[in-house]
């Protein structure tokens, strides 16, 4: 595209990351996308640094990736990025400006603010894991049972009736005078003459404020004339139709931040202010105070923009000035009474300063509210002394405090607060995570969850379950349909009954949005198989599925974490190499290369021995009989010895004790309620009949072994009802009838309810390709609809026969199985 690029640097000049001007390499239209998505949120301030474009197989596709630091932020840019590119391609106008500044009012009105921020960075630096849940300050800490929430500089802990003795300024004011902590004196007033009545009750200058405001918002200070109260009164009405008058306490306005039972940071607060220079008014003054790129709107900045409202310009007044005033060099002119950072006021950190008393004097307010988190004001004239020598007094108790000041004080260094309210959340040592097992493969991966669930159950835990058939907290059943994905594991997680997590991770889900998860105790990966899913979403290798499924794997906790992988799978035993903790193998024959190494090392190894399951390693050997696991149906069904033994090692990673595992694996009953559509097993006059999901070549192959290990009097005949997948490769689908076609004497086909994408009749057409050298059947029927083609294979059933129905509708086909055996 000839002058595209020299077009595209003229309207975004900062666009480096294309290399210089001129150069040879060969870029992409796609690439040139990422750079501008990447750029453009870079131009605007967030922190980002990763993207990748990456082609597929198919001619003029990308795949392109681009960090963000906020979706909605993201999503954006790469709606400019595209704006960007289309103006570049017709030579027309772009406002770089308008788009960064589109870009930077989005980011921050959905970044955390700076209080919410500080709690979230200690919380990741101590590897507590946390999810955003509302678009505001809303957050929850770890996982399942031993998650926390905080809002704010709220948290979970925070007391609703703490809350509200702390928003009615009277009733704190009571109980702190009752605690013997000192308060000024006032009282509540109905009116703008109450008011004036009050003051003089009083005696000398007062402070008129909302009885239940917050910020600073209607407060004012220092008023000695009754046009200053009738005016305050009627700002503070404004905000709560509750005001309160109180004397007035003359001295500096502190800032106490405590946190449980400990004072953490204290500030100086000053109010707004602007000092004269003899050429400026003090609206520029203003401009020129608000210029600098701490100060923002709302509480997203260090410090808060000065405003030029009725009660700045009412203060101006007071004093004799207006906006465009030109103050004399060196005058100080106040805006505000009032030393809020959130109208525009500045902080001096003076924590290293509190004196012992006067940090006891704050915390016993705190407590006398029932605050776990508090800000606590006083009006004093220094904090050296102890509060009650210096005649000063704790004027207001805030519930969730901001914590701005405190961070990025104007003057003076900033506390580590968001750690403090950590460490007060959550002991030393706790990161507030459960015990999690992610489990992935091609074949066995729900059977293998439940497995592994069911020995948690055992153990006394409380699991959290995702398969591709639901959601189970408990054993119960609280979400339907495939729910192998990461918006089901952050559900489970999210769960406040939850105290260990099995997760089965599917492929899809992993390519759309990764994991759920940010790490893993245990990864477990059961097999790597021909047919799953190849050719979707460009994963078209046996290679680009295991990088895939090697996620959970490169992703278990550093050190302490253990990859579960199946030794016989070359694919899957690669996978140790990208495990950043140790590694337990399993496979059923002791001697496989990697077995034998393993062993001879010591090393953690679960294998078959005879009619055992055998955990060799570190010392240890255990036997676990094939009988005391009735899903293996005593040895016979060898891809179920394969998921026993996977959750074998799975439990035994997790620390949990060997009866606790007999119990677990032996009270498994695979079944059509625990395990729907897992080699559900039922005897149908005389006949067997197992209904399965199988639904790739690898599946269908491991049932024919299973179905062969089955006990089965001689004549007896074997039938199949089949479908096949419509988003599968031709190939995949044609392979499944190949292979059931030289172990099944009748075969009746039946099309699935959802073709995914084929046309009429498609999928049934290559399911008889795979037939015709069958060598075996000798019977192949046709039949539309599941239910229909299950009775039809079940009309013809003798005694001794056996029956494997390939499930596509899982509850409903068994519902309708259950119904036509309990009619026998």
Known sequence: MPGFEIRLRERFPELAMLGPAGHDEAVSMAQVLEFATLGLQAQAGCPVTFSRTAQTLETGIYQVVVEYSEEAVGRLALEIAQDLCKAAVEDASFDLAQALDRLRELDEDVRLGPSTGAIVYAAVARNIPYRRLTEGSMVQ????????????????????????IAQDKELSKILLHAAGVPVPTGRPVLSAEDAWAAACEIGGAVVVKPQDGNQGKGVAVNLSSREQIEAAYAIAYEVSDEVLVERYLPGHDYRLLVIGDKLIAAARRDPPLVIGDGVHSIRQLVERVNSDPRRGEGHATSLTRIRLDEVALARLTSAGLTPETVPARGRRVVLRNNANLSTGGTATDVTDDVHPEFAAQAIAAAQTIGLDIAGVDVVCD??????????????????APGLRMHLQPSFGKGRAVGEAIIANMFVAGDDARIPLVA????????????????????????????????????????????????????????????????????????????????????????????????????????????????????????????????????????????????????????????????RAQRKRVVYRDGDSIVASGGGVEHRIALAEIPVTQNGAIGFQVENAMAATAAAWALGIDWPTIHRGLGSFINDARTAPGRFNLFSYRGATLIADYGHNPDAIQALVEAIDNLPSPPGSKRSVVISGAGDRRDEDIRQQTEILGDAFDRVVLYQDQCQRGRADGEVLALLHEGLKNARRTSEVREIRGEFIAIDSALAELQAGDTCLVLIDQIEEALEHITKRVAEG
């Open 141 to 164: 800490f770890g996982w399942g049972s031993r998650q926390r929430r905080i809002q704010a500089a709220e948290t979970d802990r925070t007391s609703a009736v703490a809350e509200s």
């Open 382 to 399: 220094g904090v050296l002394r102890p509060l009650e020598a210096q005649g000063g007094g704790i004027v207001e108790i805030n519930a």
């Open 439 to 598: 489990v992935a493969g091609t074949n066995g991966k729900t059977t293998t969850v439940r497995l592994i669930a069911s020995i948690l159950g055992q153990h006394g835990l409380r699991v959290g379950m995702t398969t591709t058939d639901g959601v189970y907290v408990e054993g119960r059943r609280i979400d339907t349909g495939d729910c192998s994905g990461p918006k089901s594991a952050k559900n489970v997680l999210l769960h406040p009954d939850v105290d260990a997590a099995v997760l089965e991770t599917a492929r899809g889900g992993v390519l759309r949005e990764g994991l759920g998860f940010d790490r893993c105790d245990v990864a477990v990966v059961t097999n790597i198989g021909l047919g799953d899913h190849l050719g979707l979403s460009y994963i078209s290798t046996v290679e680009d599925l295991s990088v895939v499924k090697r996620v959970i794997v490169q992703n278990v906790r550093p050190g302490t974490g253990v990859a579960v992988l199946n030794a016989a799978d070359p694919m899957v035993a690669r996978m140790a190499d990208s495990c950043p903790g140790s590694v337990t193998f399993f496979a059923c024959d002791r001697n496989h290369p990697v077995m034998a190494m393993r």
